[in-house]
């Protein structure tokens, strides 16, 4: 499992993780697509802000492999924001490539992209 060196590991403050500190010896939780109701409470959506900014600035618009990413967090993005950037696409592999369908991103965390998300 590749380790992003230099990606923060929770939203800053609080209890939010953005990452994983050892594989799953069963193999990678998969990601799915989470359905994002407008009545996410404050902190949820701060974090989704707070990990795509993160995302971005770490990756921007290049392909990136899973890794170390928690899965939890990046499925409520999966298949919206953030796309299989491969096909076939292993949901369940560390391996697998990543992209930000920037777009889609800019559209759903604007502050995530002008720099006023506060990360």
Not at 69 to 81: H, I, N
């Amino acid at each position: 499992m590749l380790k992003h060196r230099g990606f923060p590991g929770r939203l800053p403050g609080t209890d939010f993780q953005f990452t994983i500190r050892r594989d799953n010896k069963n193999g990678a939780t998969p990601l799915i697509a989470r359905e994002r109701f407008a009545d996410r409470r404050p902190p949820d959506r701060r974090a989704d802000e707070g990990f795509m900014w993160a995302l971005w600035t770490h990756f921007g618009d290049a392909p990136f492999e899973r890794g170390n990413l928690d899965a939890g967090r990046l499925s409520w993005m999966f298949g919206r924001e953030v796309i299989p950037a491969e096909d076939p696409f292993d949901p369940e592999s560390y391996e697998a490539l990543l992209q930000i369908d920037e777009t889609r991103a800019r559209a759903a965390f604007p502050a995530a992209f002008d720099g006023t998300n506060g990360a």
